[in-house]
């Protein structure tokens, strides 16, 4: 029984900055990677950035140098520092995280609109 829920979300001018917040809550001791992934309209889901318990992290090409994933492993808690914002960045971003021996679970998204 683990939930996500996700904060941060709103609407930002092109080349301004949010900061996304998760919080995990449930059974989650053995909590594997934590991810962020952003969808848009029409558009399949995709991969935004990722990070391990032990705090390596990995990032799409498109928000790689922009975007800083983090997390806090005592409060359970998932961030991401998105910087220097795009329009393109607009989507519904949702938290991910991996529970081995029970699979995956998602938050229920928020929205992120980057005007130009």
């Known amino acids: 029984q683990v939930q996500l829920v996700e904060s941060g979300g709103g609407l930002v001018q092109a080349g301004g900055s949010l900061r996304l917040s998760c919080a995990a809550s449930g059974r989650t001791d053995s909590s594997g990677d934590m991810n962020w992934f952003r969808e848009v309209p029409g558009k399949e889901r995709e991969f935004v950035a990722s990070?391990?318990?032990?705090?390596?992290?990995f990032y799409a090409d498109s928000v790689k140098g922009r975007f800083t994933i983090s997390r806090d492993n005592a409060k359970n808690t998932l961030d991401l520092q998105m910087n220097r914002l795009k329009p393109e960045d607009t989507a519904v971003y949702y938290c991910?995280?991996?529970?081995?021996?029970?699979?995956?679970?998602w938050g229920q998204g928020t929205q992120v609109t980057v005007s130009s």
């Open positions: 991910n995280i991996l529970i081995p021996g029970q699979g995956y679970y």
């Open positions: 990070i391990n318990r032990r705090g390596s992290t």
